[in-house]
């Protein structure tokens, strides 16, 4: 059976710890060419640069050739082809499928049509499983470990997919702590507490940044966005709540890093850039890594 | 239930040789169940009553299909309209066996998924939730693992 990546929860606790481990070597050497002589499809239904040249950075070092499109007004989705023509089609043609698509849902479709296999690189506001891949990794090179991280998650926790995605996977390690600061209009929801409450992981909530962040281990950033709010005058009254300033890191723990899935537009305060706390940028680049550790688990090239 | 009462629906609904009778339906979703069962694509004998009063349900419809068994993955797909639809298999006029529907654990088709940016409701994509509660209904979408609450549900 081919292996997918399309949603963290298919993977299990043994399948992170292999990827992150061939990340650590990938990091380590990262030019090996084991896709030598394989084709890659990189398609991306709507744009996003950052993903898109992380994952392409992965392949080349890896030695494969990539074919594919990087929004879909330059495909023949703008003719009017359906998702499932396009997969049939391109699954003829290469070894792998990345593919970035704004609808729900769509990489679990496209993964059951491909006969190749398929990473997802983001399905709407659903999954984007890879960005938690490389925020553990991010997490693990840190913090040398796991198990036992209190994390605070900050900003848009309602619908921000990347910290449901990361909570759910962090979940699996021994003992977490998670802490959530953001505006009532935006905070985790229901079902993520009940299913912390169900496993007995301990979690709080705040609605704003003070020396509570003394405690972390981890600070994860998102960005409160604009549109995610029906009324303007609740965005403007939440969105200079969450930003993060360098003079507030100062109680914290030496050994804590701030993460980010960036793009940023304000809730970093570049003043907090120049802090050795600040690890958002290096989290990028072990993207590149995660990213080639997970071509070479699902392709089973190592 | 008083025997001149019994009488009278019996003289309303015709009784039949073989088949299924389909009791306890919600008057209200007579018409869907019809559709889910494809009850319009059977050859045979069939009979509709609708708004008959009910003690349990205030309104209720009630199908006699002649000639026509149900398998169990077939007629539990009408659990999630008719709840309490209770059936009755009848041979040369006698009730042989009575059953409940049940709610299945996995529902393909029959339900669109709440979601607008789902794929499914996007391109022509058979739906498939996994049922997570069964009372009240919350139905898990395979592909964009949203929940569909009860309240949201809507009949494709």
Same mark, same amino acid.
């Given at each position: 059976?081919?292996?997918?990546?399309?949603?963290?929860?298919?993977?299990?606790?043994?399948?992170?710890?292999?990827?992150?481990?061939?990340?650590?070597?990938?990091?380590?050497?990262?030019?090996?060419?084991?896709?030598?002589?394989?084709?890659?499809?990189?398609?991306?239904?709507?744009?996003?640069?950052?993903?898109?040249?992380?994952?392409?950075?992965?392949?080349?070092?890896?030695?494969?050739?990539?074919?594919?499109?990087?929004?879909?007004?330059?495909?023949?989705?703008?003719?009017?082809?359906?998702?499932?023509?396009?997969?049939?089609?391109?699954?003829?043609?290469?070894?792998?499928?990345?593919?970035?698509?704004?609808?729900?849902?769509?990489?679990?479709?496209?993964?059951?049509?491909?006969?190749?296999?398929?990473?997802?690189?983001?399905?709407?506001?659903?999954?984007?499983?890879?960005?938690?891949?490389?925020?553990?990794?991010?997490?693990?090179?840190?913090?040398?470990?796991?198990?036992?991280?209190?994390?605070?998650?900050?900003?848009?926790?309602?619908?921000?997919?990347?910290?449901?995605?990361?909570?759910?996977?962090?979940?699996?390690?021994?003992?977490?702590?998670?802490?959530?600061?953001?505006?009532?209009?935006?905070?985790?929801?229901?079902?993520?507490?009940?299913?912390?409450?169900?496993?007995?992981?301990?979690?709080?909530?705040?609605?704003?940044?003070?020396?509570?962040?003394?405690?972390?281990?981890?600070?994860?950033?998102?960005?409160?966005?604009?549109?995610?709010?029906?009324?303007?005058?609740?965005?403007?009254?939440?969105?200079?709540?969450?930003?993060?300033?360098?003079?507030?890191?100062?109680?914290?723990?030496?050994?804590?890093?701030?993460?980010?899935?960036?793009?940023?537009?304000?809730?970093?305060?570049?003043?907090?850039?120049?802090?050795?706390?600040?690890?958002?940028?290096?989290?990028?680049?072990?993207?590149?890594?995660?990213?080639?550790?997970?071509?070479?688990?699902?392709?089973?090239?190592? | 239930?008083?025997?001149?009462?019994?009488?009278?629906?019996?003289?309303?609904?015709?009784?039949?040789?073989?088949?299924?009778?389909?009791?306890?339906?919600?008057?209200?979703?007579?018409?869907?169940?019809?559709?889910? %069962?494809?009850?319009?694509?059977?050859?045979?004998?069939?009979?509709?009553?609708?708004?008959?009063?009910?003690?349990?349900?205030?309104?209720?419809?009630?199908?006699?299909?002649?000639?026509?068994?149900?398998?169990?993955?077939?007629?539990?797909?009408?659990?999630?309209?008719?709840?309490?639809?209770? %059936?009755?298999?009848?041979?040369?006029?006698?009730?042989?066996?009575?059953?409940?529907?049940?709610?299945?654990?996995?529902?393909?088709?029959?339900?669109?998924?709440?979601?607008?940016?789902?794929?499914?409701?996007?391109?022509?994509?058979?739906?498939?939730?996994?049922?997570?509660?069964?009372?009240?209904?919350? %139905?898990?979408?395979?592909?964009?693992?949203?929940?569909?609450?009860?309240?949201?549900?809507?009949?494709?």
């Amino acid at each position: 059976m081919k292996k997918d990546l399309i949603s963290i929860t298919d993977y299990s606790k043994e399948d992170y710890l292999r990827i992150l481990k061939l990340a650590a070597d990938f990091e380590e050497n990262p030019n090996q060419r084991l896709l030598e002589g394989k084709v890659v499809a990189s398609l991306f239904f709507e744009p996003s640069t950052r993903t898109r040249l992380s994952f392409e950075t992965a392949i080349n070092r890896l030695g494969g050739r990539i074919v594919g499109f990087s929004d879909a007004g330059s495909s023949s989705v703008s003719k009017g082809e359906t998702l499932h023509d396009t997969i049939r089609m391109v699954s003829n043609y290469v070894d792998l499928i990345v593919m970035r698509h704004p609808l729900e849902g769509s990489a679990r479709y496209a993964a059951e049509v491909a006969d190749v296999p398929v990473i997802n690189a983001g399905d709407g506001a659903n999954q984007h499983p890879t960005q938690t891949l490389l925020d553990m990794y991010s997490i693990l090179k840190t913090q040398g470990r796991l198990d036992n991280i209190n994390i605070f998650m900050i900003g848009d926790l309602k619908y921000g997919r990347t910290v449901h995605s990361l909570l759910m996977a962090m979940t699996e390690f021994k003992n977490p702590i998670f802490n959530f600061i953001a505006p009532e209009e935006l905070s985790m929801p229901e079902e993520y507490k009940m299913f912390l409450a169900d496993k007995g992981i301990r979690y709080f909530e705040h609605t704003e940044i003070n020396d509570n962040i003394n405690h972390a281990d981890i600070i994860y950033m998102t960005r409160v966005q604009k549109e995610r709010f029906m009324d303007p005058i609740e965005y403007e009254k939440v969105k200079n709540v969450y930003i993060l300033k360098n003079d507030m890191l100062k109680g914290t723990k030496p050994n804590m890093r701030i993460l980010h899935p960036l793009p940023r537009i304000n809730e970093i305060h570049p003043d907090v850039d120049k802090n050795e706390k600040a690890y958002y940028f290096t989290q990028a680049r072990n993207g590149v890594f995660t990213r080639q550790a997970i071509i070479a688990h699902i392709l089973n090239l190592k | 239930m008083s025997d001149s009462l019994k009488k009278k629906l019996k003289l309303k609904v015709s009784a039949i040789n073989d088949g299924t009778v389909i009791d306890h339906i919600p008057s209200e979703n007579l018409f869907k169940v019809i559709s889910i %069962l494809g009850l319009e694509r059977v050859k045979s004998q069939i009979t509709f009553g609708f708004n008959f009063e009910s003690e349990k349900m205030g309104s209720k419809a009630i199908i006699k299909v002649s000639d026509v068994f149900f398998e169990d993955d077939e007629i539990n797909k009408i659990s999630l309209i008719a709840r309490n639809a209770k %059936l009755n298999i009848i041979r040369d006029y006698e009730v042989v066996e009575k059953r409940i529907v049940e709610v299945p654990d996995k529902v393909i088709g029959i339900v669109k998924c709440f979601n607008p940016k789902c794929i499914t409701n996007n391109e022509e994509i058979t739906t498939y939730f996994n049922v997570i509660s069964k009372n009240p209904l919350d %139905l898990k979408c395979k592909y964009c693992e949203k929940i569909t609450h009860e309240h949201q549900m809507v009949i494709k």
